[in-house]
């Protein structure tokens, strides 16, 4: 979200200067395990999804100019029982926005994508304009195109406090001190440390990736096999074809529900990590049920109801807050870029950000 945000404020001609903790890019970050799944139909609340067309536009337009591929279409799989928050959120979404999609039976999808394994009591919403975004190159990508653009941006550097009044926020890092006319907080798994307003309501958690080698390698190509979201009684398993690093991705959401603090969390991967998301491969997946080749650990950071924040703060309105993305914010990168530039200099947004209030989660007394 930060790359995203200086790129815009750069690329508006504005005057910018990022802030990193870590290097730049990082491998500690939630972005971190090379892709990350991008769909329309999306169960979470149809209010995403005009923000997610333009987030596809923008996906293409900063391709263009990395001159590197960033957004590959596979079509999405979204599995679940008939009645499940799944489908019934999937279908919800895309007749209220009139997207293009086809119900499938457990048989179709089998039949279709052969790397799957649906059991019959399950049916599935395909929707064609699902696929993933090469998350790492597109932080790159938007980091290049921020500096190109004139924006100044340092790493290794940590924010430490920020107070705002009259139309000046005044930063506090480990290196120095800075005025400007507005901050734009998005410091992910780390908003408990920073913002005291969100210490108790948006809570960082351990996920861990992991990717299979496959048996039958042909049915997890890109073009042969399509990014799921899958709900079973298990929980929510989530995948990628195989591309750009060897095997069949696969994660769960909430994974082990690992409540814990950004700055000490457990980065080493465990059997009992494996364990879970080998089940789901043996169960659904038994065609890419090989050796393990690779696992990461990363962070959600979650709110109550897993909707973002994007907003200005409630004591400070030249202070943007973009934070709480709750395990689905990559996707949006682009766009929150754009929204959080129009919050910070002009005070709004054409895009409907209701659902993302911040005082839903600090109620005002
Ligand atoms: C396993 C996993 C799978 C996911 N899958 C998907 C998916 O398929 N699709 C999808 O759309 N989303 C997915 N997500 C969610 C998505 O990756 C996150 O929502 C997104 O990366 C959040 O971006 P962010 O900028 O808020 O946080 P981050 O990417 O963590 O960036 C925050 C940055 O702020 C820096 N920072 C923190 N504190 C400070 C400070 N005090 N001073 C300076 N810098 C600071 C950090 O070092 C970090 O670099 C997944 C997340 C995980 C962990």
Redesign the pocket.
Known sequence: ??SATVYEFARRGRRVLG????DVP?A????V?V????RLAYSEHPSYVPLLLRAYELWRALESAAGEPLLFITGGVDAGSESSWTIQGSLRSCNEHALAHRMMSADDVNREFPGYRLPQDLVAVYQPDGG?VM?ERCVVAHLNAALSAGAEIHGR????DWDASGGTVRVT?DRGRYEAGALVL?????TP??ERQLRSSIVAER???LWAQPRRPEYFEVGRFPIFNMEVPEGRF?GFPVHSVPGFKI?KYHHRREAVQ?DSVDRTCHPADEAVLREGIRRYFPEADGPTLAMKV????NTPDEHFVIDRHPAAENVIV??G?????????SVVGEIVVDLATRGSTDFDVELFRMDRLTPRS
């Open positions: 979200m930060g802030l990193e903790q870590f990082n500690l970050a939630a972005y395990g892709t990350r799944i991008i993933f998350s550097e940590r924010l430490m890092t998005t410091v992910g798994p780390w440390g920073v996920q861990v990736l989530y994660g950004a990363c962070m959600f950071a973009a934070a993305f709750s395990g689905h914010g990559f996707k949006f990168c």
